[in-house]
């Protein structure tokens, strides 16, 4: 994609701020595109519309921008990434290259990990056998995939020993946010291996907050209903957007909920491509470690080596501060954030006294724990297909009448549930929607739009969020 400069970017939207959008009850020309969401795919969606000078309408339900990627300053006065905090593969990353000019420092994540046996960290050795067993995991993953979509805990290896529950605890609920058993072997297989990450020291929603700069988005304004029978006509509480064309970014499990209604009704091929996408649960519990009792190193990751799912992970000293992030996810996550933020806040002070002794108790200042499964808005944390419902992906990649197209993590075979993902499937639906009113570039084919050159796609070795 040609790069957009700041100052073309700011007066293309800036014109368009000015142009006809909102009709409350007024007969207002149809603006060229109906943005629905301002998360990462929304942004970059509107930022190629943007760039085309075409006239848009982002509306948002939030009162803020960013969705699953935004960053809390206030509440432990660091910076707090409550949803996506790491930047995977930098390399190929579509937002590695906006990121320069910003102000914003962006660092490589530490290479190393360390697993805690009990009270104490686990040898070379020991690390070594978790390695090669995860390696092995992977590849028994892939290899089933390679002969049909089943679900990935049949695809393990069955010699594990005493190292499956971790392993499936990395592989599962860490990396996918959902148990082994719920997860295509296809969808899997598919997701591009990351060698590497980084870090926004200023928080990665605070960088996708940058990139919304001098975007016009309509907060508070959820969309009720999209009538496509007459172009495209979206009802929100303050009046009904008429446009040529929409793209919708919100997430799968708010789709299926009916929380927007549709006429005519979504196609069941479409509810059903929803349901196989089904968002898991992955959270933070946040808690501030007062003068580093437990000597991490700065963005240091540790897991336990575990001997059933209820297990966590901890991101130590979050860019050199006092946070620590542990992180709960799959369906021993899913329930503990049912039981409240407080019940969370008490499973991460015992797992860890349980880990280092009962005194780190007394380390602990404040806390506070995400549950994006409540969070209306999003209704879970990122999609990792069913097995057997890989192709779902595709499905919604497909438009509604040649009009509404779908975008988000969801809508992206490769990087799905990462923000990289959402950001190139937000640009691709923009650049369909050019095509579709006439004068758009041509968008790049399913995947591959808009990045630099990227590995070839392979088996990933390693899992998402730590892959090394
Ligand atoms: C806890 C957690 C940790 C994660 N960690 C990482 C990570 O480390 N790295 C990574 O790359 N990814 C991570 N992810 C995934 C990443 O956050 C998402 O893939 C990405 O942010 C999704 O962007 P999106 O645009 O698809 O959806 P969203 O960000 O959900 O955007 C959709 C927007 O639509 C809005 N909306 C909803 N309903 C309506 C409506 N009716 N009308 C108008 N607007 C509406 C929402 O408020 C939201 O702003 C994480 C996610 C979570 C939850």
Redesign the pocket.
Known sequence: MPQLSRRSFLTASAALATGPAVAAGTAAPPADVVI?????????AARRIAAAGRKFVM????DH?????VTDKRAFGVAF????????APDFNPLMRLTVRRGLEVYPAPASQKVRIGRRYAREGELEDFLALQVRANRGIADAARKGDTGCAQALPNDLGDWRPAIEFVLGPFGC?KDLAEISTVDFAKSLERTADSFCRQG?GTL?ASLAEGIPVKLS????AIDLRRGVAVE?PRGTIAAQTAIV???TN?LASG??RFAPELPKRQADALGNLALGS???IAIELDGNPLGFESDELVFEKSANARTAAILANVSGTQLCLIEVAGSFGRELSASGEAAMVNFAADWLANLYGNEVKKAIRRSQA?R?NNE???L???SAAAPGGQGARRVLMEPLQNTVWF?????HETL????????E??ERAADAVLRRLGGGREPATADTNASPARPAQRPRPAPR?YAR
């Open positions: 629905v969401g301002a998360g990462t795919a929304g942004i970059a509306i948002e339900a939030a921008v960013g969705g699953r990627c990434d409550r949803g996506a905090h790491w930047l995977h946010g990665l996708l304004t959820p969309a009720t929100t970014t919100v997430s708010v929380a927007i992955y959270d933070h995400t994006w209306p808005r999003t879970g944390a990122f975008a988000g993590e969801a809508v799905w549930g990462t923000v990289g993902g959402a950001w499937s937000g969020y």
